[in-house]
Nanobody, 122 residues
Framework: QVQVVESGGGLVQAGGSLRLSCAASGRIFSINDMGWYRQAPGKQRELVAQITSGGSTNYADSVKGRFTISRDNAKNTVYLQMNSLKPEDTAVYYC????????????????WGQGTQVTVSS
């Protein structure tokens, strides 16, 4: 009924930039928070950045000043602009969206994308 699909990962040298995109589609009533998480090998999944439907943002300390999250509510899409990338940013990045569906507009559910690999070489 609802799909969340990421794109934009890849391989980049340290100091470079990448832009991730994530689009939600399907029988959507509304989307609350959207965000990006990442999971490196052997580590737990961690929050990278989050944005509310009103545009308020929250960032992990490790990415503040380097990453920017934004969203286009008309397109149900969230973006993550990543600049000054470091090898420690290497991880699988997952998109998360808190969605109310047309089937049940009074209940919010977390939806996750399949993940996109970001690799930063030194």
């Amino acid at each position: 009924q609802v799909q969340v699909v990421e794109s934009g990962g890849g391989l980049v040298q340290a100091g470079g930039s990448l832009r991730l995109s994530c689009a939600a589609s399907g029988r959507i009533f509304s989307i609350n928070d959207m965000g990006w998480y990442r999971q490196a090998p052997g580590k737990q999944r961690e929050l990278v950045a989050q944005i509310t439907s009103g545009g308020s943002t929250n960032y992990a300390d490790s990415v503040k000043g380097r990453f920017t999250i934004s969203r286009d509510n008309a397109k149900n899409t969230v973006y993550l602009q990543m600049n000054s990338l470091k090898p420690e940013d290497t991880a699988v990045y997952y998109c998360n969206a808190v969605i109310r569906t047309l089937r049940d507009p009074y209940y919010s559910t977390d939806y996750w994308g399949q993940g996109t690999q970001v690799t930063v070489s030194s």
